[in-house]
């Protein structure tokens, strides 16, 4: 009854710095009319200075980082709840906590608090990890069981579902190894700086055109691309040099790309955009964005068609969609997402949320900013995850791919991020706010995990440190790998325009014009 | 490979009649009987039943001198020994479905995507069945959302299958261009060869009865410029198959253009396994005054008119152009020396259009041949209206053919 009184009165507790995400705003700024359940920005905030668009942005986030007990008390809250009665909060004493500075200190609910427990759940997380489980109350997995007709597999409660049995009695409960751990974090460094000596190249005028850079959003591509096996496929956008990164091509070959040189991965036709590799499964660097997402959603279906027409049983590939908020607004995402969902394809649509498309927020592009929800109006879990924390990522990650895997079908998974730099190096960055930027600032992926190792004794300073150094010559190489590069001749222009040259036709002499000697000098005009 | 003579019989009568369907009581001519001409000395015969005259073939010549995998069939065989076996008759579309399933038996990874292909059979029949012997897997019936199943195929088909994406209508693959534009034909590029993209997309496009602006579109001329693709048009059962095959073996992405108003054509086919070149444009009926460049179902306008034409006396050289992109230029260049006069005779919008393109092509290529300018007869640039009477218009009518031809051999 209390907490049902709680509907009318949290958002008071807004007025309190009970969480410390808007240390500099003053206290009068935080007296918000209440804020409708499903959070809608009102509409005057069509044009908003940038301060209130931050204040609405802080608040949304804000939200999301509240108790979830005080937002699912209201029965109004949560229409598909099973809810009346109160529910017990517990203190989250694990590790994770002291890794997400302690800032998270209830847990989220389990999800199906009416329904038995299936216990026949091939994985159990102890998922105690992230707060933002609380906002996958939102899967309205009673629904998707319904459409879900394997019982035996679960559903997709795992993601929230706080295994307490599970939980440790032996103080602590650690995430994961010392060699997991070191691989997290080399691949963090390398991703960052990677992407800062990108832009120091691009200062000096070694490379052109768009360069769009990942800093800050690394979680993401480590905790998920660890996951993946060779021969599973990642599709991604124009931001794309990490991901390159972590799915294994060499920082050669994508510096070499960069520069334009013919040993970079794309023999420098592809270029910062367009970062493809067919032995490690990267199928793509897309400019346009939403343009990946079918691709991917065709090379899931490549999987499921191996296993189930040309009957290789072992196939099971997954295929992992990396695309941004301003995606979630385009029809392919929505089509996709349908025929992904229709035929249990064995992909995972990771939304990498940094709350802006360029200059355009999130916020006032998106009737429904929420992103994970549009899943589950497909048939698929949905799921919103810390993207600043790699720990949480690649617990979501394990269960998300783990479910493709099997064959359970696909996943949309919302990774709140950040990207500290512009959109693209040409970007000047002047509309978002700088108190935004150092709230993200302040839960850099790398020093927070940095932090989680030492303080749980994986790693030492000094190790830490060597992989900071080991990272810095293999960027270092990789420039001047690049630099040494040849840039590709006149011959390369033609060649591979087709797969099978006959394609350029027939030419006056009947000779097909691929024979002609200029063809391959790349100096015949096509 | 070899040029493949069509049965000019055949091919001939198909008049611009309102009825939607052609079967053969409608054709003025017998598939067997052979068509001659006469004019002056010189006499050509051409068989209707696809026989090749190696011997009065200068291209026969020519087809030798190509390189060896070019096409790899056993055409040169089947072409000669063709006369035995006679061959069995179908109607375009099931020529389609035949060299489909035919593909589909020969390689496991041929599947084919689009809407309604499964259980429907196509809006056009062509892959009627297939859906019941292959399992809905590889005949997929796609939710409507073009762009997002034809992009799907271009995933399939760099991880290894070798999608057959159909449109329901050409019109709507519009919606697709995105996909077919930045991925079918860049990717292979982009990717510095890594990734190969051999799917092939096909669908009914052009100008039907009456069937209103938007389902009458020409996309030849809104796709010839990607790079990085091949087009090929088909107006017969015989090279509906044989384009089809090719197609589907081909590496490269093919974009296979069909006529709404064609696939009830029928006509006799070799039961033996062939294919035809994409890249190679089919010599229709040899002539000597005037060449005349067609595909698709001007090419039975052509035909209509090239009947008038004789019997005015002139002899007009039809040419199918077949491969829209690239063009032929050899059998092209060939006929422009030998006639010295060119008209184009296509179905695409006057603007843009495959007639502008081939124009310039061959003035290019080819100016100090010529004795006139080209003429290029292409529909108006009119978004094509629904009644009777005004589409006619847009079209180009064997009437206007003829015209053309009196002028240009003036």
Redesign the interface.
């Known amino acids: 009854m209390a907490l049902s009184m709680c509907r009318y009165v949290w958002w008071l507790s807004l007025s309190f710095p009970l969480h410390q995400f808007l240390p500099t705003l003053p206290a009068r700024r935080l007296f918000p009319r209440p804020f409708p359940r499903c959070f809608r920005p009102p509409f005057f905030f069509l044009s908003p200075p940038s301060s209130l668009l931050y204040l609405s942005q802080s608040i949304f986030h804000s939200l999301l980082h509240l108790p979830f007990s005080l937002l699912s008390s209201s029965p109004a809250n949560t229409p598909h709840q099973k809810p009346k009665g109160s529910r017990k909060v517990e203190r989250d004493r694990t590790m994770s906590s002291a890794f997400s500075a302690g800032k998270f200190t209830t847990q989220p609910f389990p999800l199906n608090t009416s329904s038995p427990r299936s216990h026949d759940k091939p994985f159990n997380i102890p998922s105690a990890t992230s707060p933002f489980f609380g906002s996958s109350r939102k899967l309205r997995l009673n629904s998707s069981s319904k459409l879900n007709l394997h019982r035996r597999s679960g559903t997709v409660v795992a993601v929230s579902d706080v295994v307490k049995e599970k939980k440790s009695k032996f103080a602590p409960n650690l995430l994961i190894t010392k060699e997991e751990g070191l691989v997290l974090y080399e691949d963090m460094v390398l991703g960052r700086a990677f992407e800062d000596m990108c832009a120091q190249m691009y200062y000096r005028g070694k490379m052109f055109g768009f360069v769009h850079l990942y800093n800050g959003q690394e979680a993401v591509s480590t905790g998920f691309i660890k996951h993946l096996k060779k021969e599973d496929s990642v599709v991604s956008t124009y931001r794309d040099h990490v991901h390159a990164l972590s799915k294994g091509v060499p920082a050669r070959a994508v510096m070499s790309e960069l520069f334009g040189k013919t040993t970079g991965c794309c023999r420098g036709q592809g270029g910062s955009m367009h970062m493809f590799s067919s032995e490690h499964n990267l199928l793509g660097g897309f400019a346009f964005i939403g343009e990946g997402i079918p691709v991917a959603t065709g090379a899931a279906f490549t999987s499921k068609y191996k296993r189930e027409v040309l009957k290789e049983a072992d196939c099971d590939h997954v295929t992992l969609a990396f695309f941004g908020d301003g995606t979630c607004n385009n029809g392919q995402f929505f089509e996709c997402l349908n025929m992904a969902a229709l035929w249990k394809l064995p992909i995972v649509f990771v939304v990498e949320n940094n709350l802006w498309a360029i200059g355009m927020s999130h916020l006032r592009a998106t009737s429904d900013p929420q992103i994970y929800k549009k899943g589950p109006a497909f048939g698929m879990p949905g799921i919103h995850v810390d993207g600043m924390d790699v720990l949480k990522v690649r617990e979501v990650a394990k269960e998300a791919i783990g479910r493709a895997r099997r064959g359970e079908g696909p996943t949309l998974v919302e990774c709140e991020t950040y990207r500290f730099r512009g959109h693209s190096l040409a970007d000047p960055d002047e509309l978002r706010d700088p108190a935004e930027k150092a709230h993200y600032a302040a839960r850099d992926p790398i020093t927070a995990l940095k932090k989680y190792l030492i303080e749980n004794s994986l790693a030492s300073e000094a190790e830490l440190k060597a992989i900071d150094k080991k990272i810095d010559e293999v960027v270092e190489d990789s420039v001047e790998f690049a630099d040494e590069s040849p840039l590709p001749s006149r011959s390369q222009l033609l060649e591979n325009v087709f797969a099978d040259p006959k394609g350029f036709g027939i030419g006056p002499d009947g000779q097909y014009r691929c024979e002609d000697p200029k063809f391959t000098e790349g100096t015949a005009h096509v | 490979m070899a040029a493949i003579f069509q049965g000019v019989g055949a091919a001939a009568a198909l008049s611009s009649s309102p009825s939607n369907s052609f079967d053969s009581k409608k054709l003025l001519f017998s598939p067997r009987r052979s068509f001659s001409v006469k004019k002056g000395a010189s006499v050509v015969v051409v068989r209707s039943d696809g026989n090749v005259n190696l011997d009065l073939n200068p291209r026969g010549r020519?087809a030798q001198?190509?390189?060896a995998n070019?096409v790899a069939t056993k055409a040169d065989s089947s072409a000669t020994s063709s006369s035995s076996k006679p061959g069995h008759e179908l109607l375009l579309f099931e020529a389609l479905r035949e060299g489909l399933e035919e593909e589909m038996e020969r390689d496991?990874?041929v599947?084919v995507m689009g809407e309604d292909v499964g259980h429907y059979g196509g809006s056009y029949k062509v892959t009627k069945g297939l859906a019941t012997k292959f399992?809905d897997?590889?005949v997929l019936d796609?939710?409507i959302?073009e762009?997002?199943?034809?992009?799907?195929?271009?995933?399939?088909?760099?991880?290894?299958?070798r999608p057959v994406v159909e449109g329901m209508n050409m019109g709507f693959l519009l919606l697709a261009f995105?996909?077919i534009s930045?991925?079918c034909g860049m990717?292979?590029?982009?990717?510095?060869?890594?990734?190969?993209?051999?799917i092939v997309i096909r669908g009914p496009g052009g100008v039907g009865r009456q069937l209103g602006a938007e389902h009458s579109q020409r996309l030849e001329s809104y796709f010839q410029s990607i790079?990085?693709i091949?087009m090929v048009a088909c107006s017969t059962p015989y090279n509906a198959k044989g384009l089809m095959k090719a197609a589907i073996r081909?590496?490269?992405p093919v974009i296979l253009f069909e006529h709404v108003l064609l696939y009830n054509l029928k006509e006799r086919i070799p039961d033996e396994d062939y294919i035809c070149n994409?890249?190679?444009a089919e010599m229709v009926r040899p002539g000597e005054h005037v060449t005349i460049l067609t595909y698709s179902r001007m090419r039975y306008h052509v035909m209509q008119a090239a009947k008038t034409l004789v019997n005015k006396g002139y002899d007009p050289e039809v040419i199918d152009i077949r491969?829209l992109?690239?063009?032929?230029?050899?059998?092209i260049?060939n006929s422009v020396k030998k006639t010295h006069r060119v008209l184009i005779v296509e179905e695409c919008m006057r603007t843009g259009g495959i007639g502008a393109s081939l124009t310039a092509a061959i003035n290019e290529?080819?100016l100090d041949y010529l004795d006139a300018p080209i003429m290029c007869l292409s529909s108006q640039d009119v978004p094509t209206p629904y009644a009777g009477t005004l589409e006619e218009w847009t079209v180009v009518q064997p009437a206007q053919i003829v015209t053309a031809v009196e002028q240009l051999c003036h």
């Open positions: 020519r001198q190509l390189i070019a496991a990874s599947c399992g897997l590889r796609t939710p959302a762009n997002s199943f034809t992009g799907m195929g271009i995933g399939a088909a760099m991880t290894g299958l995105n996909q930045n991925n990717l292979h590029y982009t990717s510095g060869g890594q990734f190969t993209i051999p790079p990085g091949q081909s590496e490269n994409l890249e190679e491969s992109k690239p063009f032929d230029l050899y059998t260049g290529n080819f």
